[in-house]
Structure formats: structure tokens, C-alpha cells
């Protein structure tokens, strides 16, 4: 049972839990009008990567961003946790909070977890914003190959008890040095924000949400493209790129029914959230001013 949150927090955002079937979501809120928007974190994050972003958005809009489950302050996973465990989480979160339907924004490897959730609960989600993700089964799986300058941290992670292996004691370590080599703007991760992400990570047994996440990714190539093939998104769709080029779009433009939407953050990483929250904003504000007219 998770009672407190001790972690930090921004002026005119509230912490709560969401106790679901099986599990416990933390979850902050902000913003008290407007159509709902729900922030969903990759990797190496939680919904504090969102913490600059959100003020931008609780302007005009009720903003929710969840730590998914196994990270941040959410109940720490179960050794066999996967994208579509967490695509039902957010489902059900959706429905505790009566929220639906919102619009969906994720970041990095959360993209699988959100195709599952439009995918098998369409009547949740308005929109659909993909900043810096892809898909298994279009091309992400080959960020894994190291012999092609994929990344050493995806097998790491998912191989089954080597991230406490050799990880423990050494999170903050570990986490710098992602946020370094993903990052193109000096300064953008403080020290607060590492330490802030290194509190959970820190966590006995926090590195399981990662693995499952990650293990997903390796795996289930064949079943995303079989959903996307028989219930491409119809809700609309921007992707935004920022490190990763046009790779978001590219991919998100084969699983949609109709034209995306596209924005390109110039000059910003992989993790715009926090490098560039006004300019990330800018661009989820106007496609939703435009997606709510139509």
C-alpha cells in the first residue's frame, strides 16, 4: 500500500494514488477546466519529466501525468510485466478518475503501451501526441542492436535480474549518463531532476517497469503490427521529433488511418519535456486547438 509521496513536486500540482485492480498509480494533477490531457513517460523517467511541461498546459486544459507502474511512485511491478499490463493500467486509471475520453500524450518507450490502449479501448482516447517513440515491429527493435549503433541499455535492462545486478547503489550514475548522451540542451537536467529520478530508481525492485517495457519492445513486433493492421488509430495523431529526426512520424504515419500531424523540435534531445516545455507545449496546444475545432 502506498501511503506517501515523499518525492518533489511544483507549485499548483497535486499528488494522489489510484488504487486499481492489482496495482497502485501515482498520478499528479493540475489544471481545474478544459479537456483532459494525460502525460505518459518513457525511460529513464517518471511524471517528472512533465513537471516543466505541465504548468504550460493546466492553462486551458485538466492535465494528469502517471507514473506508470514499476516506476516513480507507483507500486513496483511483477517480474513478468509488459506493455499490455500497462496499456489496462492507464485504461483503468482513465476510468477511476472519470476522464474519458483524453487526450493521450507519450514520450520514448511508452509508444507501445499507448498503440495497445487505443487499439483495445478506443473510447478512451481524443488524440493521440507521440514525442520522441516508436513502435516494435516498425523498426525500434533495431535500437538494440549494438553492432548497428543501437543502445547497450536496452539489453541490459531487459535481461532478468541484471539491472539489480549491476545496477544497485549505482542508479544515479547509470541515470546521468543516459540523460547526457539523450540530451542536446545544456543545463535542461539539473541536479534536482537527477536526483529526483535516481529516489525511485533507487527502489528495491524499481527497475522492473523499465524491463517489462523494454522486454515488450524485443518481443511483440508481430502482435503490434497485426493490431495496428486491423485497428489502425482513427483518433487524430501528432508526432513529434526532436533527437530521433523524423523516425516518430515515420512510424506513427503507419499505424494511423489518416495523414498525421507532424512538429520538429530543431536543436533539442530526445527528452523535449525537459528541455524545451514551452516549445513542446506550443506545438501539443495548437494540435489540440485544431483537433477540438474540427
Known amino acids: 500500500m502506498i501511503e506517501t509521496v515523499p518525492g518533489r513536486s ?25 479537456s483532459p490531457i494525460l502525460l505518459v513517460h518513457g525511460f529513464p523517467e517518471t511524471w517528472w519529466t512533465f513537471h516543466r511541461l505541465i504548468p504550460h498546459l ?19 511491478a511483477d517480474d513478468d510485466h509488459d506493455s499490455a499490463t500497462a496499456a ?21 518507450i511508452a509508444g507501445g503501451t499507448a498503440l495497445r490502449l487505443v487499439a483495445t479501448h478506443p473510447e478512451d482516447v481524443l488524440s493521440l501526441t507521440a514525442v520522441e517513440a516508436g513502435l516494435a515491429g516498425f523498426g525500434l527493435e533495431a535500437l538494440a542492436d549494438v553492432t548497428h549503433g543501437g543502445s547497450w541499455h536496452i539489453g541490459v535492462l531487459a535481461a532478468q535480474g541484471v539491472p ?33 529520478f535516481t529516489r525511485t530508481y533507487a527502489r528495491p525492485g524499481a527497475w522492473r517497469g523499465a524491463a517489462g517495457l523494454y522486454r515488450s519492445m524485443l518481443t511483440e513486433g508481430a502482435e503490434l503490427r497485426a493490431l495496428a493492421a486491423e485497428d489502425p488509430i482513427q483518433v487524430p495523431v501528432l508526432a513529434v521529433g526532436a533527437g530521433g529526426g523524423s523516425f516518430t512520424a515515420n512510424t506513427l504515419a503507419q499505424v494511423a488511418a489518416a495523414p498525421i500531424a507532424t512538429a520538429q523540435l530543431d536543436g533539442v534531445g530526445h527528452h523535449a519535456a525537459l528541455e524545451a516545455p514551452a516549445e513542446l507545449a506550443a506545438a501539443v496546444l495548437g494540435f489540440l486547438a485544431r483537433v477540438e475545432l474540427a
Open 10 to 34: 511544483v507549485d499548483g500540482v497535486v499528488h494522489d494514488v489510484a488504487e486499481l485492480a492489482g496495482t497502485q498509480l501515482h498520478y499528479v494533477s493540475a489544471g481545474t477546466s478544459g
Open 58 to 76: 493546466a492553462a486551458g486544459h485538466r492535465v494528469i501525468a502517471v507514473d506508470l507502474r514499476g516506476f516513480g511512485d507507483s507500486a513496483v
Open 88 to 108: 489496462e493500467d492507464l485504461h483503468r486509471l482513465i476510468a477511476h478518475l472519470g476522464l474519458g475520453p483524453v487526450h493521450l500524450a507519450v514520450q520514448d
Open 164 to 196: 539489480d545486478l549491476l545496477l544497485a547503489g549505482r542508479e544515479q550514475e547509470f541515470l546521468a549518463a543516459m540523460f547526457h548522451a539523450m540530451t542536446a540542451t545544456p543545463g535542461s537536467v539539473t541536479e534536482e531532476d537527477l536526483a529526483e
